[in-house]
Every structure is written in C-alpha cells, then in structure tokens.
C-alpha cells in the first residue's frame, strides 16, 4: 500500500526504486489504489524543485481511475492529481529549468496510459512480466494518433541523466524496470474519450492567445511577462494539435502586431516573429492571412537589418508567403526595396570570409544565410523579368562558395546546395557576372569547385535525391560552359567527358565522374536528373549527333537523340578510332564506347541450325502471347515476312532430308 501525504519526509516505493520526499506543499492524498506505473510518475515529478505554491497548481489537473473497492461501494471513483504550472514553476525557482523539459513528458504519459483494466500481480520469468490470467491484456496500448507524442516523451525521458527518467520511459513500453512484486497491466481508453492533455493544452493556448490579444494595443503587460507568454505560445505552436487559437484570424492578427509594431522590443517583435514562422510551415492558409494584412511590404522593409535573428526570421516568413496565391512579387521588389535588403544582407554574409569571422558571427549567421538564399531563388523564379535587381548579389554568391567549409558528408546540404541553387536565375550574361564567375587571375577557379562538388555529390547522394540535390549544379556547370571562355569549356570536358581510362571497359561501368554520369543519365529513380545530363553532353559535343555517339557511345546517345527528334547519324553504328593515353588511335566499338581490343571475346560455341531453329519458335510464341494478352502493341516478325513476301513455303523437292 502507498501513501503520497504532505509530511516533510515520505518516501515513494515504486518497482524496486525508493525516491525521498522532500514537499510540504503538496496536499495530503491518500491512494492505496494508484497503481504502480502512476505512483513512478508522482515520484519523477516530486524529484523537481519544491518550492510550490498554491498558485503554481492551478494550471494542469489530471484524474486517476480507481478500481473498485469496498469503501467506494464497488463503484470506479476519480481521483485528483494536481500538477504545477511549468512557467510559473521555472520564474519561482530558476534552478528548475534544468528538469522543466521533461516535464511535457509526465503530463502526456498520465494522457497515454490510463489505466483501465486491472490484473493480477505479475511474475518475472525470463526477464520479461508474465501474468496467472491469460486472458487478460499483458502491455500497455497506446491510443491511436498519439505514436508521434509517446515517441517524443521516451526520447526527452532518454535524455535526461536520471535513472529514474529512463525506468520510466521503459516502464511506459511494457517492459521490466525492476523487481517489484505491484507491477500490474493495464490497457488504454478508446480514443473518444478526451485525454486530460488535449484539454488542458487547448485550454492553455486559448488564454494566451486571449491574455496576449488583451494586451497587443496598450502594451500593460510587463515585457519580460509578455515575451514569456509568447515564448510559452511557441512551445505550445510547434505541434499543431489542439493549438487551433495560434492559426485563427484572431491569433495570427494578435502576432502580426506584436511583431511589426514600433513600439515593442525587440526581444517581443521577435518572439512573436517566431511563432508566426512556426505557424506559417505547419499550416498554409496563415500565409494567406500575412499577405491579406498587408505585412509582406513591411517585412521586406525590415529585412535589411544588422541582426542575424531578424534576418532569418523575416527572410523565411517572405520566402513561406511566395507561395500564396494572392501575393504580388513583383511590386515587393521594385516598390519596398526587398531586391536591396537581400543584395546588402548577402554582402555581409561574403565580409565574414574567413572561419575566425564565421565562427565570431555566431551560430545564427550560419542559420539565416540559406534563408536568404531561398528567398534569393524564389524571387527569382516566380518573377525573371525582375532577376537583374539582384545581379549586385553574384559576386557576393561567388565569394560564398569559395570561402565556405564544404560539409564533410552531404556536400550540398547548406548553405553550399542553396548558394548554388540562387545563381541558376540571375543574369549571368551581364558583364560583372562574368567577371565573377571567370575571374582573370584564374578563369576556370569556379569550374573546378563545382566539378569537385558534382563529383563528392554523386558519391554521397542516392538515386532518389539527384533530381531534387545535384540537378542545378549540372545546370549551373551548362550555364557556365555556355557562357564561358574556351579555356574554361576545354576544363569541363577535360572533367567530364569519358578519358582513354575509361574506354578500356564498356563506357558507364566504372568509378570515375563520367561513368557515374552516364549511368545515372539512364536510372529510372532519377529522370530529371537523366535528362538534364545527357543535354549536357550533347552540348559538350557541340550538339553534333556524330561527336556526341562518338563521345557517350550509341547505346547511350541513341534515347536522348530520339527524344529530342534529332537525325540518327548515318556513322553511328560505324567503328571509329580514338585516342589512348598515348596518343595513339585505336578502333573504339560505336555501341558500347569501349576500345575493341579490350572486348572480351565470346567463348560460346556459335549457334547451330537447329538451336536457331528452336529459338525462333520460342519468340514466335512469345509475339504470339503479347499479342493475346495485349500488354503491348506487336507484330508477329513471321506474319510481317508473309506480307511482305520475305516468307514461302518450300516444296518437297526442295526440302534437305536430314539423317
């Protein structure tokens, strides 16, 4: 039997743990009927600081089954659990904030795991909990659409460096934490039935979003009451369930005033820019309501700041509402200066060129850079016609990518992928972006970056991410062989296209570049991908059919040149030479690419009559199946023959009898 009282010192037993009790606050409950699993919960919660008031226990209650008893009459009664306020709880005791972040953890696994159904004491066999009654249920359930929640709870309780967090989380899984001889089991309530969570956090966000609508036009609050408030309302807002008031109209208005008027601070502005950020990713239509207040213009105002933090922020909020439907990007260029704040944001990024600036910057530099340059590339994309505004930005893009640490796994995770990604709409054609992407000292210095790039790429990316990673710095390195210099075109097929190396083995079947180029150009996972490449070596063939079978082989060429209308070469199936390693010419094998001396020769026996005979049979039946089935439109090779005279019976005179 447990007893959870208010003495000054009472110990908590639960599965072979003993937890001190130090808490004349809590209120006397007598509960010799909680089971196992809640009282662990109570002795987790008691472990964080104590000095509790009757204020800090207004804010969360919950309620406890209690099977029946005889006191009760045989009837199941509900039992109170008061829990503190986390906030009010971490402003009394500041030391507190270590422990408040498993504290969701203890409010959602009283939701989680209700206990309902009760069974005999269980025994240990074999490391695992056994119970007399089979029939009933031995695990604990949890209700479904909550896998999500029950997975974070175990994941905080993991983290934490108390041995009892993590016999908890365990315990929560319907595992043995411990010999103790109250381990019971219980199932979980059918969904309908509202979990205390669900309403305790509506409840919650509904009176911050009403206290901090109160207060968005007098501003009586206290400024650090406030930007807790706020802060709390970002917590709540990172999961969209039962926070419905932060995505209202009302809501959404209440932070769109927080964050824009002049008369708050920064820290509030900016809190509030937070949750509007938050909102604007997990629900779509709050984009909609930024761009109908007319906030769009203002942001873009703001944008040219000093600040890392305003920087991210207000440069992911205008990057979220491009995609709306009503908003108009061209005027947010021209009119409110949005191509100036991110011409002048990217030339700070470019001032810190060396690790020691990066590093002095701060995490948060690192942060807003791929966000601007997000924005950078959808500006650009939804409105071509107003991509010279932000040519300012190329030599501050180039600089980027010289001067930034490549990730040592992923390449083009940020910010190298997004600074990449933002040159492919700009007008490179002009004059001081040539002279940024060629530079004099060394024109092919860019080119070789982005080979180097290309190459880890393809090593690091599976088929499934080319098309959406490693697709613009092949078009990146088109654009620049279109643009470029003949010294730098000479440098990217030097890079690019098959060497004498790899015509030793049929073209496509090694490790270099070019071979994993030419075998992607035909993988089914990555079809953009596919065809972005082979247009590039078309290209790099100067767009003669001849020269590009002769580069890539016909078994490579012959798809793109169909697709694209292109003349079949009559040379094509013709053998060709190439140069070695030395030089020297060799006969290449147009099909396959590979010099014909290093072919393996075929060591089958050559077909005789009557296997011939027996193959045309088989094939006969197949066309003949397909046909049937009408899986594909054939012709039968023999029927055709018939039409067209190729095919006659032979007379007996004429028949070889065979021995």
């Given at each position: 039997?447990?007893?959870?009282?208010?003495?000054?010192?009472?110990?908590?037993?639960?599965?072979?743990?003993?937890?001190?009790?130090?808490?004349?606050?809590?209120?006397?409950v007598?509960?010799?009927h909680?089971?196992?699993?809640?009282?662990?919960?109570?002795a987790?919660?008691?472990?964080?600081?104590?000095?509790?008031?009757?204020?800090?226990q207004?804010?969360?209650?919950?309620?406890?089954?209690?099977?029946p008893?005889?006191?009760?009459?045989?009837?199941?009664?509900?039992?109170?659990?008061?829990?503190?306020?986390?906030?009010?709880?971490?402003?009394t005791?500041?030391?507190?904030?270590?422990?408040?972040?498993?504290?969701?953890?203890?409010?959602?696994?009283?939701?989680?795991?209700?206990?309902?159904?009760?069974?005999?004491?269980?025994?240990?066999?074999?490391?695992?909990?056994?119970?007399?009654?089979?029939?009933?249920?031995?695990?604990?359930?949890?209700?479904?659409?909550?896998?999500?929640?029950?997975?974070?709870?175990?994941s905080?309780?993991?983290?934490?460096?108390?041995?009892?967090?993590?016999?908890?989380?365990?315990?929560?899984?319907?595992?043995?934490?411990?010999?103790?001889?109250?381990q019971?089991?219980?199932?979980?309530?059918?969904?309908?039935?509202?979990?205390?969570?669900?309403?305790?956090?509506?409840?919650?966000?509904?009176?911050?979003?009403?206290?901090?609508?109160?207060?968005?036009?007098?501003?009586?609050?206290?400024?650090?009451?406030?930007?807790?408030?706020?802060?709390?309302?970002?917590?709540?807002?990172?999961?969209?369930?039962?926070?419905?008031?932060?995505?209202?109209?009302?809501?959404?208005?209440?932070?769109?005033?927080?964050?824009?008027?002049?008369?708050?601070?920064?820290?509030?502005?900016?809190?509030?820019?937070?949750?509007l950020?938050?909102?604007?990713?997990?629900?779509?239509?709050?984009?909609?309501?930024?761009?109908?207040?007319?906030?769009?213009?203002?942001?873009?105002?703001?944008?040219?700041?000093?600040?890392?933090d305003?920087?991210?922020?207000?440069?992911?909020?205008?990057?979220?509402?491009?995609?709306?439907?009503?908003?108009?990007?061209?005027?947010?260029?021209?009119?409110?200066?949005?191509?100036?704040?991110?011409?002048?944001?990217?030339?700070?990024?470019a001032?810190?060129?060396?690790?020691?600036?990066?590093?002095?910057a701060?995490?948060?530099?690192?942060?807003?850079?791929?966000?601007?340059?997000?924005?950078?590339?959808?500006?650009?994309?939804?409105?071509?016609?107003?991509?010279?505004?932000?040519?300012?930005?190329?030599?501050?893009?180039?600089?980027?990518?010289?001067?930034?640490?490549?990730?040592?796994?992923?390449v083009?995770?940020?910010?190298?992928?997004?600074?990449?990604?933002?040159?492919?709409?700009?007008?490179?054609?002009?004059?001081?972006?040539?002279?940024?992407?060629?530079?004099?000292?060394?024109?092919?210095?860019?080119?070789?970056k982005?080979?180097?790039?290309?190459?880890?790429?393809?090593q690091?990316?599976?088929?499934?991410?080319?098309?959406?990673?490693?697709?613009?710095?092949?078009?990146?390195?088109?654009?620049?062989?279109?643009?470029?210099?003949?010294?730098?075109?000479?440098?990217?097929?030097?890079?690019l296209?098959?060497?004498?190396?790899?015509?030793?083995?049929?073209?496509?079947?090694?490790?270099?570049?070019?071979?994993?180029?030419?075998?992607?150009?035909?993988?089914?996972?990555?079809?953009?991908?596919?065809?972005?490449?082979?247009?590039?070596?078309?290209?790099?063939?100067?767009?003669?059919?001849?020269?590009f079978?002769?580069?890539?082989?016909?078994?490579?060429?012959?798809?793109?040149?169909?697709?694209?209308?292109?003349p079949?070469?009559?040379?094509?199936?013709?053998?060709?030479?190439?140069?070695?390693?030395?030089?020297?010419?060799?006969?290449?094998?147009?099909?396959?690419?590979?010099?014909?001396?290093?072919?393996?020769?075929?060591?089958?026996?050559?077909?005789?009559?009557?296997?011939?005979?027996?193959?045309?049979?088989?094939?006969?039946?197949?066309?003949?199946?397909?046909?049937?089935?009408?899986?594909?439109?054939?012709?039968?090779?023999?029927?055709?023959?018939?039409?067209?005279?190729?095919?006659?019976?032979?007379?007996?005179?004429?028949?070889?009898?065979?021995?």
């Amino acid at each position: 039997m447990h007893y959870f009282s208010g003495s000054a010192h009472c110990n908590v037993h639960c599965n072979g743990y003993t937890w001190p009790r130090k808490h004349p606050k809590i209120p006397p409950v007598a509960a010799p009927h909680w089971p196992s699993h809640l009282w662990f919960k109570v002795a987790c919660l008691s472990r964080l600081p104590h000095r509790l008031t009757s204020e800090h226990q207004q804010q969360t209650f919950a309620t406890t089954t209690a099977p029946p008893s005889e006191s009760t009459g045989g009837v199941a009664t509900k039992q109170p659990f008061v829990l503190p306020n986390p906030l009010l709880l971490e402003q009394t005791c500041p030391y507190a904030s270590s422990r408040m972040r498993l504290y969701p953890a203890f409010i959602s696994a009283l939701c989680l795991f209700e206990p309902t159904t009760y069974s005999q004491p269980h025994t240990r066999h074999a490391g695992r909990l056994s119970s007399p009654d089979t029939e009933e249920r031995s695990r604990l359930s949890l209700v479904p659409g909550t896998a999500n929640i029950a997975s974070q709870i175990f994941s905080d309780a993991s983290t934490l460096d108390d041995t009892g967090a993590s016999a908890m989380a365990a315990l929560a899984l319907g595992s043995a934490t411990g010999p103790g001889k109250y381990q019971r089991s219980y199932s979980v309530q059918k969904l309908s039935q509202l979990t205390i969570l669900t309403i305790a956090k509506l409840d919650a966000v509904t009176k911050l979003v009403d206290k901090l609508t109160t207060d968005m036009d007098s501003l009586s609050m206290a400024p650090k009451e406030r930007n807790d408030a706020l802060e709390e309302l970002k917590i709540y807002g990172r999961d969209p369930r039962n926070a419905d008031p932060i995505f209202t109209q009302k809501g959404i208005s209440m932070l769109l005033t927080f964050a824009f008027n002049d008369k708050a601070s920064s820290d509030t502005s900016r809190g509030a820019l937070r949750v509007l950020a938050n909102s604007m990713v997990l629900k779509p239509e709050t984009r909609q309501m930024f761009v109908d207040g007319g906030y769009a213009a203002k942001a873009c105002q703001r944008l040219n700041t000093e600040s890392w933090d305003d920087e991210f922020l207000l440069a992911r909020i205008i990057f979220l509402s491009t995609y709306s439907e009503s908003i108009k990007i061209s005027p947010l260029v021209t009119e409110h200066g949005l191509a100036d704040s991110v011409n002048a944001n990217l030339g700070r990024h470019a001032k810190l060129d060396s690790p020691t600036g990066q590093a002095a910057a701060g995490p948060m530099e690192e942060m807003a850079l791929p966000e601007t340059l997000k924005l950078l590339f959808n500006i650009t994309y939804h409105c071509p016609g107003d991509a010279s505004a932000f040519t300012p930005s190329v030599p501050h893009i180039v600089s980027l990518l010289f001067n930034r640490t490549m990730p040592s796994t992923r390449v083009l995770d940020p910010p190298l992928g997004p600074l990449v990604n933002s040159l492919l709409n700009l007008d490179l054609a002009a004059e001081s972006s040539k002279s940024s992407l060629f530079p004099s000292a060394d024109e092919t210095s860019l080119t070789s970056k982005l080979v180097e790039i290309l190459e880890r790429a393809m090593q690091e990316y599976p088929s499934t991410e080319l098309d959406a990673t490693v697709t613009p710095v092949v078009d990146m390195l088109s654009k620049m062989y279109t643009l470029g210099p003949e010294l730098v075109q000479k440098k990217i097929r030097d890079d690019l296209l098959p060497t004498s190396e790899d015509r030793q083995n049929v073209l496509g079947k090694g490790t270099s570049l070019s071979a994993r180029l030419l075998k992607a150009s035909t993988n089914p996972m990555a079809p953009k991908f596919g065809s972005v490449i082979s247009h590039f070596f078309f290209l790099m063939s100067d767009r003669d059919a001849s020269k590009f079978v002769e580069n890539v082989g016909y078994g490579y060429a012959s798809g793109y040149l169909f697709q694209n209308n292109v003349p079949m070469p009559a040379s094509a199936n013709a053998t060709f030479d190439a140069a070695d390693d030395t030089g020297s010419q060799r006969p290449v094998n147009p099909i396959t690419g590979q010099f014909i001396d290093k072919e393996k020769p075929d060591d089958l026996p050559p077909m005789t009559d009557e296997e011939k005979e027996r193959e045309a049979e088989r094939l006969f039946v197949l066309f003949e199946r397909l046909k049937m089935n009408g899986v594909l439109s054939v012709q039968n090779p023999v029927e055709q023959a018939v039409r067209e005279g190729k095919f006659r019976e032979l007379k007996d005179d004429e028949v070889e009898e065979l021995d």
